[in-house]
């Protein structure tokens, strides 16, 4: 696949990915007055806020394409080298973070597990005095 062919490819990717900016913009508004009504308590109001925060994720799906096709773009003819690299290390500065949010957003969802390296250990969550297995207050952390 060449280069061009490439750019082509993402490009139609990113005008696909650009029709959610509008229910994005909807669902922060909710999120935001819900923020606000709440106040910090705990209720409804919070609860709608927390689910929307969560939804607002998957307007994200793939946006980190965006960026990367920013990045492999051609700059325009006569741009200073001090723009050109700003605006690539913000390209791919942004579309790394934007492609590690999605992982711990699945992660978060649970739809994505890491079975090779586990956070705690089954056998880290009771320990033993005298015979006895007593319930620890919280998870050991095995590294």
């Known amino acids: 696949m060449s280069l061009d062919a490439a750019r082509a490819e993402l490009a139609l990717a990113v005008l696909y990915l650009n029709k959610a900016k509008a229910r994005d ?3 922060r508004a909710i999120q935001y007055g819900s923020k606000f ?10 609860n709608v806020d927390k689910s929307t925060s ?11 394409i965006n960026d990367l096709h920013g990045l492999i773009s051609p700059t325009a003819p006569g741009t200073p080298l001090s723009f050109i690299l700003l605006g690539k290390s ?12 999605q992982i711990v ?6 739809i994505y597990k890491n079975k090779e390296c586990p956070r705690t250990h089954p056998a880290a969550s009771t320990h033993t005095h005298g015979g006895k ?9 095995i590294r």
């Open 37 to 46: 009504l709440s106040n910090g308590e705990p209720g409804t109001a919070q």
């Open 25 to 27: 913009k909807i669902c």
């Open 90 to 101: 913000k390209n791919a500065l942004l579309s790394t973070f934007l492609f590690l949010d």
């Open 133 to 141: 297995a007593k319930q620890p207050n919280s998870f050991v952390m």
């Open 54 to 64: 969560l939804a607002r994720k998957v307007f994200r799906l793939f946006k980190f």
């Open 105 to 110: 957003w699945l992660g978060r969802t649970g």
